[in-house]
C-alpha cells in the first residue's frame, strides 16, 4: 500500500486510541450484547414492541380498530381518576430486557435512545403542547441511594434535551411502598397514598410526569393528584413501557 493512500486512510480513520479502547470494550448493545452497536443495535430497536394507535385516550392501552379511532375504554369510563397517560411501547420482550438493562444493571447510555423514543411519543400525541416541566417519578432516597439513580429522572432529562424542557425533582418520596407486583389496582392506589410530597411551586404549571414503566396508572395517578392539589394547571403521565395483561 502506497505511502499516500495510508496517509488519506489514517485520516478517515478513528484515532488510534479510539481503536484500543473498542478492542478492549468492543462497544455493544447494552440491551443483547451484539458487539458493534451502542447502547442499542438496530435489531433491539425495531424489536421493541411499540403501542401504536387507537389507544385509550386516557389510559393509553391500546384498542382494536382503525388508527384514527378516538375512544375512552371501558375502564376509564368508569374510573374517577382520568389521568392520561401514554406509553411508548409494550413491558416485555426486548423493551423489558431494555427496562431491566437500564434500572437493575445501571446501563445508563439507555436512557438516551429511550428519552428519545419518548419524547417522539410526546410530539406525535401531543397529550400536552409545550408543558412547562417534567417531573420524573421520584424513588425514595433510600432505594435511590442505594441504584446510584433514578432510571425516570435519567429518562426525564434526556426527554427535555430533545425537547427543550427541563426536568426537575419536583416531587419526593416520603414512604418507601412496598413491592406492588402482587397487588390489584385499589390496593396499589391505597399502597401508594400520601408516599408523594410536592417540593417546590407548581401553580399554574402544565407537568408532565415522566415513569420508566407503567402498570395499572395508581402511582402516576397519585403524583399527578398531589401536583393538582398544589395547583398545577395540567398534568399527564408518559411512560417507557406499558405493563398490559395478556390477551
Ligand atoms: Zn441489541
Ligand atoms: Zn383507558
Redesign the pocket.
Known amino acids: 500500500m502506497g505511502g499516500a493512500v495510508r496517509e488519506a486512510l489514517a485520516g478517515i480513520l478513528r484515532p488510534w486510541w479510539v481503536a484500543a479502547v473498542d478492542l478492549l470494550f468492543p462497544p455493544r448493545c447494552q440491551v443483547c450484547g451484539r458487539a458493534g452497536a451502542f447502547p442499542v443495535c438496530e435489531g433491539c430497536w425495531l424489536d421493541f414492541p411499540r403501542i401504536e394507535r387507537p389507544v ?1 385516550q ?4 391500546p384498542l382494536r380498530g382503525p388508527r384514527e379511532l378516538v375512544f ?2 371501558v ?2 369510563r368508569r374510573r374517577r381518576n382520568r389521568l392520561r397517560v401514554r406509553a411508548f411501547g409494550r413491558y416485555e420482550g426486548r423493551l423489558r430486557e431494555a427496562v431491566h438493562a437500564l434500572k437493575y444493571r445501571g446501563r445508563l447510555a439507555l436512557a438516551g435512545p429511550l428519552g428519545r423514543a419518548l419524547a417522539e411519543l410526546l410530539v406525535t400525541d401531543p397529550l400536552l403542547k409545550t408543558p412547562d416541566l417534567l417531573v420524573p417519578v421520584p424513588l425514595h432516597p433510600r432505594r435511590e441511594a442505594q441504584r446510584g439513580f433514578n432510571q425516570a429522572e435519567e429518562l426525564a432529562r434526556e426527554v427535555g434535551r430533545y425537547l427543550n424542557t427541563p426536568a426537575r425533582r419536583v416531587l419526593a418520596r416520603v414512604r418507601d411502598t412496598p413491592s406492588q407486583t402482587e397487588l390489584d389496582e385499589d390496593e396499589r392506589r391505597r399502597n401508594v397514598r400520601g408516599a408523594f410530597v410536592v417540593r417546590e411551586p407548581v401553580r399554574g404549571l402544565r407537568l408532565v410526569l415522566v415513569d420508566d414503566v407503567v402498570t395499572t396508572g395508581s402511582t402516576l395517578a397519585e403524583c399527578a393528584a398531589v401536583l393538582q392539589a398544589a395547583g398545577a394547571a395540567e398534568v399527564v403521565g408518559v411512560a417507557l413501557a406499558m405493563a398490559l395483561p395478556q390477551d
Open positions: 385509550c386516557v389510559c393509553g392501552r375512552v375504554c375502564p376509564c
